[in-house]
T-cell receptor, first 115, second 108 residues
Framework: GAVVSQHPSRVICKSGTSVKIECRSL??????MFWYRQFPKQSLMLMAT?????????EQGVEKDKFLINHASLTLSTLTVTSAHPEDSSFYIC???????????FGSGTRLTVV | QKEVEQDPGPLSVPEGAIVSLNCTYS??????FMWYRQYSRKGPELLMY????GNKEDGRFTAQVDKSSKYISLFIRDSQPSDSATYLC????????FGTGTLLAVQP
C-alpha cells in the first residue's frame, strides 16, 4: 500500500519548452504533495508543497512562475517546468504523507535533461 | 547552521561489518524521524520510521532517536554488498527535511 506513481521517469526537452511531471497516489488520498529537486551527489531540496484545492507554498528562492504546481484532486499533483533551461536539468521527486504506517512515500523520480 | 546535519561520507566497510550512520538536528519541533535508502538514479525508499525518542528494530536495521541530544542513528548489522547506497535521514514537523545523505559502500 501507499504507492506514489510518478511519470515520466526520464525526459529530454529543448531549451525554452515546458515539461509536465505527474504524481499520482494509487491507493490512498494525498491531500498534500511535496516536490523535491536533487542535483547529482546532493540531498533532496524541498521546492514546494502543494495542497489539494489551494495554492502551492514555495520555498525561498524557488520561482513560482517557473515551477507551476497544480493539485487538482486528492490523487493527482503536477509540476510543470516552464521555459526550461539547461540549469533546470535535475532529478525531480514527489512525496506524500501516507499515514502513520507508511510515513512519507516517494515517487520514483523524473530525470529532466534540458538541451 | 543547517536544520539537519549528516556526515556525507563516503563510508566503506567490509561485508559483515556493523555500520553506524548518524544525524544531528537543531529543530526541537521535529517529531517524526525517518531513514531512507536511495540507489543511484532512483527515488528514496523508506527503511525506518520512528516517532519521538526510542529504538526501533527491523531485521538487520535498528533506528535510535535521542530527542534530548537531538541525535538519531541507524545501525546496519551484518552488512551486505546490496546495502551499498546513499542513506538519508529525514525529519518532519510538517515538511520533511533531509540530511545530505551518507554514501555507503560495502565491499565483498
Amino acid at each position: 500500500g501507499a504507492v506514489v506513481s510518478q511519470h515520466p521517469s526520464r525526459v529530454i526537452c529543448k531549451s525554452g519548452t515546458s515539461v509536465k511531471i505527474e504524481c499520482r497516489s494509487l491507493d490512498f488520498q494525498a491531500t498534500t504533495m511535496f516536490w523535491y529537486r536533487q542535483f547529482p551527489k546532493q540531498s533532496l531540496m524541498l521546492m514546494a508543497t502543494s495542497n489539494e484545492g489551494s495554492k502551492a507554498t514555495y520555498e525561498q528562492g524557488v520561482e513560482k512562475d517557473k515551477f507551476l504546481i497544480n493539485h487538482a484532486s486528492l490523487t493527482l499533483s503536477t509540476l510543470t517546468v516552464t521555459s526550461a533551461h539547461p540549469e533546470d536539468s535535475s532529478f525531480y521527486i514527489c512525496s506524500a504523507p501516507a499515514g502513520a504506517l507508511y510515513g512519507y512515500t516517494f515517487g520514483s523520480g523524473t530525470r529532466l535533461t534540458v538541451v | 547552521q543547517k536544520e539537519v546535519e549528516q556526515d556525507p561520507g563516503p563510508l566503506s566497510v567490509p561485508e559483515g561489518a556493523i555500520v553506524s550512520l548518524n544525524c544531528t538536528y537543531s529543530n526541537s519541533a521535529f517529531q517524526y524521524f525517518m531513514w531512507y535508502r536511495q540507489y543511484s538514479r532512483k527515488g528514496p525508499e523508506l527503511l525506518m520510521y520512528t516517532y519521538s525518542s526510542g529504538n526501533k528494530e527491523d531485521g538487520r536495521f535498528t533506528a535510535q532517536v535521542d530527542k534530548s541530544s537531538k541525535y538519531i542513528s541507524l545501525f546496519i548489522r551484518d552488512s551486505q554488498p546490496s546495502d551499498s547506497a546513499t542513506y538519508l535521514c529525514a525529519m518532519s514537523e510538517g515538511k520533511l527535511i533531509f540530511g545530505t545523505g551518507t554514501l555507503l559502500a560495502v565491499q565483498p
